[in-house]
């Protein structure tokens, strides 16, 4: 509030019913904002605090809540949107850098809804996966150029290559890296719960791997972030991959800073600083400068693990995204992850997060492109991720070459998260982005982890069908085959690096 | 077996550091490491309470992620030794290169001369695991920067600054840096304040001095006057926040 | 991205390629086996008042005759040939390299105070934009490029780099991403009697190029090295500034140094800045840049890549890793690190 600008049209308004409303104050409980309270027999609402999360209506046994979106609008104007001038009135407030939750904002086309999948119509037969099997199975790793075979004095083939370390999904859908920290570990526990069921991985994150997740360790693939929170040699054996990150499709070229509100007793003995103090991760990580640096480290990762442990390495989707991954295909690298700028996240800056980097579906495409060009393609796996929402994105990425994907946001839905984007806050009222008890406790892991799988087995199915739909009963069959993509509306420049030619065509 | 001795003359970084892990498993209490030139990773990630001699110099990242043995080089240092180092020790009698104890979170490690750039870059600590990081000449830009907590003591036994660079101790959050002979305050990072030691400090500091001097064979008595040190700690716990606000 | 080596022997002793060839391969582990090369200067001493071209030829046949000619007709070839080389069953050899030693007709360019380099920089620039199949990669007096792609030692051996002696030596191991791995992206790269050899990524390269080419210089090799070698040449050549401080334009101090100087530095330090802001090199970096007189290496400005120093007698090494000068020379008595920015100099006394 500043004296000359005033207050702004708030955000929300929030609205009982009090014809409907019974008073059992479980908005009051359950609003963690304090946008409700009760005064004699009425509930009364600061509609300002409110974030729009949607705890209170979740649990209002007689839907007497309203939120309203924008109850109060700025003069229109195509230029001077809402979202331009509320950062300038900030800006001129505070005189900093605007961070904000979530992933981009901005309403750039979505390519994903540009492009459509392809069918099977009498010329071949559509498979029935309810009765044939449909092959999701996915391995993520190095693979061999060609074979080293040997036959035996009893005429049997021998093999002789040798196999590296591949991490093996029932289905091509892997959680993201959230941090412990970040999320709570009820969340984390969820998540955990629900990729062990469904036979595939999520990611620890940077924030180390707590006590109670260890029982998931096969199930994990730990973080190694330039923050380096919570990694020992313990930590690096016990997952079963290990992802360097390099980036985030959020706020590619920016490091990130976990608030101190988010940093308690528990958190600091895993990140190893001070308690309330903000947990720094550097732009860089400062012993990486250049792609030998990369190199270097991912070889340290696997010396250390003595070459038994996946190395991962994400990056954020920036304009020479496909030079970038060539590079580290050469890097001893076992999967590249490209993060999209639809990617989510708790804080960012709103610049960055609106304005940095490019689309997962045009970088997976020219990664892949480029990776096939330059004949090693089966260096490394593509792990597709940002803004991946639904089966189809799914089906999509990976006809533009991704062999598997990592949902974030999606995953955190599933455990009840509306997309509010105050993440930062630490005062999460669905017990995800928050470390206080009374909240995390509103996670049960149990039920949590059954949403999660149910999520991933959902998508699953969906994607059997999508497959059988297009005569495919195997994955590999779809991966980079954007014959059975078709572009609606997208200018051919975009087409060209999509290769995927315009519906009709 | 007592002390196990590995020519690593020509040797590529995997096998020398599968024979040391050999070795380790075999109760070896010592292993001296001959002919060392470049080899990367040396000890990285080993375990166990082993004393480990090298000859020659090193690669990038010696002793990375490394949980308990006491590495000794006789040479110079390249790239990051003691990188995210989690225990043990790493004593070089030379220089090292830029990162040195980059996030290292235990341990300690004593460099007989000069490091490079980001010297203890984003050491840590919890509880009684400190990190400790002593130089005994000087270290340059960016020193300590991110720390959230250990140790870094400069000695400029050189006769020169201990640093003369800028952005020590930027975005500070946690531990200390310790400096003789003071620092032209335009040199301190964002976040970074400069204060007298304590009784305490000081014992603590008396402590390493001696300790560098039993290391490196030299008497302690000139690096022993309390009024020539300066301690920089963090200004406050969260450097950045001043940065940012929310939307 | 990569590892680089130098040494200069301050007396002009010269030494062959095997002490190098040793040392680069060393940091094998800082390279992707997609590119190697060497320049070693004094190695064409029968030749030394001749610009030795060094070209890749797609196919002699073809694309040969038009790069004969364009030479015909602005100096006289004393003497050309193919470069010797080994067959190596790993390095494919996708190019032929020639060598020709020419003598620019200065009548030609009546108006310049330095015709015979303006002439050999106008062939170089014209060859490599517009007669397909053939680059020139090396052009300098009494020096020259071997590189290719491949690892250190095959390409050494590909080029029997053992079998020449210069007094000066740069070599470079890269681990490319900007650009794929072909021959002319290897380094180092020349351009008359400069050669540059680069660890890192130029993050200017964008504004470094368009300047540069306003001079008239073509970048040509799709990477941002190449424009290093421009840079210097347009600074210390056609603008005369000494060496130190080209070096100085290209990674200045920080502003708030330059503000703490006494009067006269702020007032140079200031007017390079202005005059030179294009030209100043970002990103991280380390570059050895080399002549016939001196080899020069230095940082960016936040020494975001290595380069370690070292001295014995004579002789001056620099490279990324201490190991590879050691590699080269046991006996090195004096090892250091450059401050961010600060160049390492050594000049020839002889």
């Keep these: 509030m500043s004296p000359s600008i005033g207050s702004l049209p708030p955000k929300y308004r929030v609205t009982v019913d009090p014809d409907r409303c019974m008073l059992c104050g479980r908005c009051v409980e359950n609003c963690a904002y304090g946008a409700f309270r009760r005064e004699g027999d009425r509930i009364l609402t600061n509609s300002r605090?409110?974030?729009?999360?949607?705890?209170?209506?979740?649990?209002?046994?007689?839907?007497?809540?309203?939120?309203?979106?924008?109850?109060?609008?700025?003069?229109?104007h195509p230029v001077w949107t809402r979202g331009v001038r509320e950062a300038i009135y900030n800006q001129a407030r505070t005189g900093k850098i605007v961070l904000a939750g979530m992933g981009n904002a901005l309403d750039y086309p979505m390519i994903f809804d540009r492009l459509v999948l392809d069918a099977c119509q009498v010329t071949n037969p559509s498979i029935d996966p309810l009765r044939e099997p449909m092959e999701l199975r996915t391995y993520l790793g190095k693979k061999p150029q060609r074979l080293e075979l040997a036959r035996r004095g009893d005429g049997e083939v021998e093999l002789l290559t040798e196999l590296s370390p591949n991490l093996c999904l029932e289905t091509p859908i892997m959680i993201g890296h959230m941090s412990y920290g970040a999320i709570s570990l009820n969340a984390q526990l969820a998540l955990a719960k629900g990729v062990t069921a469904a036979g595939t991985f999520m990611g620890t994150g940077e924030g180390g791997l707590p006590e109670p997740l260890r029982p998931y360790q096969d199930h994990m693939i730990v973080q190694v972030a330039s923050g380096r929170f919570g990694v020992d040699i313990d930590y690096l054996e016990r997952g079963a991959a290990i992802e360097i990150k390099i980036g985030q499709g959020a706020k590619p070229g920016i490091g990130g800073h976990l608030p101190g509100e988010k940093v308690d007793e528990a958190v600091s003995k895993t990140r190893m600083i001070p308690v309330g103090s903000d947990a720094i991760s550097p732009a860089p990580h400062h012993d990486i400068y250049s792609i030998e640096d990369l190199a270097q480290l991912v070889r340290s990762l696997k010396e250390a693990t003595e070459w038994k442990k996946p190395v991962f390495v994400k990056i954020a989707a920036v304009h020479n995204v496909a030079a970038i991954a060539a590079g580290i295909a050469r890097s001893s690298a076992d999967a590249v992850v490209v993060d999209g700028f639809r990617g989510g996240t708790g804080a960012a800056p709103r610049v960055f997060r609106d304005h940095v980097g490019i689309p997962v579906e045009a970088a997976v495409a020219a990664v892949d492109a480029k990776l096939r060009r330059q004949g090693i393609r089966n260096e490394v796996s593509v792990i597709a991720s940002g803004g991946i929402r639904e089966s189809t994105d799914v089906a999509k990425i990976i006809a533009l070459g991704a062999d598997a994907v990592y949902i974030g946001t999606a995953a955190l839905v599933a455990l009840g998260c509306r997309v509010?984007?105050?993440?930062?806050?630490?005062?999460?009222?669905?017990?995800?982005?928050?470390?206080?008890?009374?909240?995390?406790?509103?996670?049960?892991?149990?039920?949590?982890?059954?949403?999660?799988?149910?999520?991933?087995?959902?998508?699953?199915?969906?994607?059997?069908?999508?497959?059988?739909?297009?005569?495919?009963?195997?994955?590999?069959?779809?991966?980079?085959?954007?014959?059975?993509?078709?572009?609606?509306?997208?200018?051919?420049?975009?087409?060209?690096?999509?290769?995927?030619?315009?519906?009709?065509? | 077996m007592d002390e196990v001795v590995i020519d690593a003359a020509g040797m590529h970084y995997t096998p020398?550091?599968?024979?040391?892990?050999?070795?380790?498993?075999?109760?070896?209490?010592?292993?001296?490491?001959?002919?060392?030139?470049?080899?990367?990773?040396?000890?990285?990630?080993?375990?166990?309470?082993?004393?480990?001699?090298?000859?020659?110099?090193?690669?990038?990242?010696?002793?990375?992620?490394?949980?308990?043995?006491?590495?000794?080089?006789?040479?110079?240092?390249?790239?990051?030794p003691g990188n995210t180092m989690d225990g043990g020790e790493i004593v070089i009698h030379g220089s090292a290169g830029d990162a040195v104890g980059h996030s290292m979170r235990g341990g300690r490690i004593f460099v007989e001369g000069a490091i490079g750039y980001r010297g203890g870059i984003h050491m840590k600590e919890y509880e009684k695991k400190r990190p400790v990081l002593v130089i005994g000449e000087s270290a340059r830009a960016f020193l300590g920067e991110y720390m959230a907590g250990g140790t870094v003591l400069v000695l400029a036994r050189h006769g020169g600054p201990a640093v003369a660079e800028r952005g020590l101790g930027s975005g500070i959050h946690g531990g200390e840096i310790i400096l003789r002979g003071g620092i032209d305050p335009v040199h301190l990072g964002v976040g970074a304040s400069q204060v007298a030691l304590s009784d305490d400090d000081w014992a603590r500091v008396l402590a390493l001095v001696r300790e560098y001097a039993r290391r490196f064979g030299i008497d302690p008595a000139p690096l022993e006057r309390r009024e020539e040190y300066t301690r920089v700690v963090p200004a406050s716990a969260r450097p950045f926040a001043g940065k940012y606000a929310w939307e | 991205m990569c590892g680089i080596i130098g040494?200069?022997?301050?007396?002009r002793e010269p030494m062959d390629g095997t002490a190098i060839r040793r040392a680069l391969?060393?940091?094998?582990?800082?390279?992707?086996?997609?590119?190697?090369?060497?320049?070693?200067?004094?190695?064409?001493?029968?030749?030394?008042?001749?610009?030795?071209?060094?070209?890749?030829?797609?196919?002699?046949?073809?694309?040969?005759?038009?790069?004969?000619?364009?030479?015909?007709?602005?100096?006289?070839?004393v003497h050309d040939e193919e470069i010797p080389t080994w067959d190596l069953p790993r390095l494919r050899k996708v190019h032929t390299p020639w060598r020709y030693f020419f003598r620019p007709d200065t009548r030609l360019m009546p108006r310049s105070t330095t015709p015979a380099e303006e002439i050999v920089t106008e062939l170089v620039m014209r060859i490599n934009t517009s007669v397909e199949g053939a680059l020139v990669f090396s052009s300098g007096r009494n020096l020259g490029v071997f590189k290719a792609a491949g690892w250190p030692e095959e390409v050494a051996d590909f080029y029997r780099i053992e079998e020449y002696e210069g007094h000066c030596w740069l070599a470079h191991n890269r681990y490319p991403t900007n650009t794929p791995g072909w021959w002319g992206g290897a380094h180092p790269f020349n351009l008359l009697d400069w050669s540059v050899v680069h660890n890192g990524e130029i993050t200017s390269y964008g504004t470094n190029r368009r300047y540069i080419e306003s001079f008239g210089y073509r970048c040509t090799m799709f990477t941002d090295t190449e424009v290093v070698a421009y840079l210097v040449d347009l600074l210390v050549r056609r603008h005369d500034l000494p060496e130190e401080l080209a070096v100085t334009a290209l990674?200045?101090?920080?502003?708030?140094?330059?503000?703490?100087?006494?009067?006269?530095?702020?007032?140079?330090?200031?007017?390079?800045?202005?005059?030179?802001?294009?030209?100043?090199?970002?990103?991280?970096?380390?570059?050895?840049?080399?002549?016939?007189?001196?080899?020069?290496?230095?940082?960016?400005?936040?020494?975001?890549r290595p380069l370690v120093g070292a001295e014995h007698g004579d002789r001056l090494y620099v490279s990324s890793e201490e190991a590879a000068i050691r590699a080269m020379d046991p006996g090195i008595t004096r090892v250091f690190m450059p401050r961010a920015g600060e160049p390492i100099v050594g000049r020839v006394v002889a």
């Design chain 1, 420 to 505: 509010c984007g105050n993440c930062y806050r630490g005062l999460c009222p669905w017990g995800i982005a928050t470390q206080r008890q009374d909240l995390v406790d509103r996670i049960d892991p149990e039920a949590g982890g059954l949403q999660v799988s149910n999520l991933i087995h959902g998508w699953t199915l969906e994607l059997m069908e999508l497959m059988g739909a297009a005569g495919i009963n195997s994955i590999e069959s779809l991966r980079g085959n954007r014959d059975r993509l078709r572009g609606y509306m997208i200018d051919q420049a975009l087409m060209d690096v999509l290769d995927v030619r315009s519906v009709g065509a």
């Design chain 3, 7 to 11: 040494v200069i022997d301050r007396s």
């Design chain 2, 16 to 80: 020398l550091n599968r024979e040391i892990r050999a070795a380790v498993a075999a109760g070896a209490r010592r292993i001296r490491l001959e002919n060392v030139l470049g080899q990367r990773f040396i000890a990285n990630g080993v375990r166990g309470d082993v004393e480990i001699l090298v000859h020659g110099v090193p690669g990038g990242d010696l002793g990375m992620f490394m949980s308990g043995p006491r590495i000794e080089v006789f040479g110079n240092a390249e790239h990051a």
């Design chain 1, 49 to 76: 605090v409110c974030t729009a999360c949607h705890r209170c209506v979740a649990f209002c046994p007689r839907d007497a809540i309203d939120v309203v979106e924008r109850p109060l609008d700025y003069r229109s």
């Design chain 3, 251 to 304: 990674a200045p101090p920080f502003w708030d140094e330059i503000d703490a100087m006494e009067d006269d530095r702020r007032r140079l330090h200031r007017a390079l800045r202005l005059t030179y802001g294009s030209a100043m090199m970002n990103g991280p970096f380390a570059i050895v840049v080399a002549n016939q007189e001196s080899m020069v290496a230095f940082t960016d400005r936040s020494k975001l």
């Design chain 3, 25 to 77: 391969s060393m940091m094998n582990e800082r390279g992707s086996g997609e590119g190697a090369g060497y320049v070693v200067y004094g190695c064409y001493p029968e030749f030394r008042d001749y610009f030795a071209l060094h070209v890749f030829f797609d196919n002699i046949h073809e694309t040969k005759p038009r790069v004969d000619e364009l030479l015909h007709q602005w100096g006289r070839v």
